[in-house]
């Protein structure tokens, strides 16, 4: 779902208990997080040049929409 949105660039699946590492790899320049999250809590803060963090709007989640994608 979220790779055939057309401003990412792309996916990536981690093991790790943090991305911490992935993201220290990839160097990417910005890091975006839902409104669940605050900046200064955001890992990899310190390894990108911003991070935004998305309004949080209720009723709206990824969880449930990919939840509701296994219930079809």
Known sequence: MLMSCKYVDDV?????DTPHNLIKKINPDIIVKGGDYRPENVVGKDLCDRVI???YIDG???TKAVQNIGDR
């Open 12 to 16: 990536i699946i981690f093991e790790e």
């Open 53 to 55: 963090i998305f309004e």
């Open 60 to 62: 709206y989640s990824t």
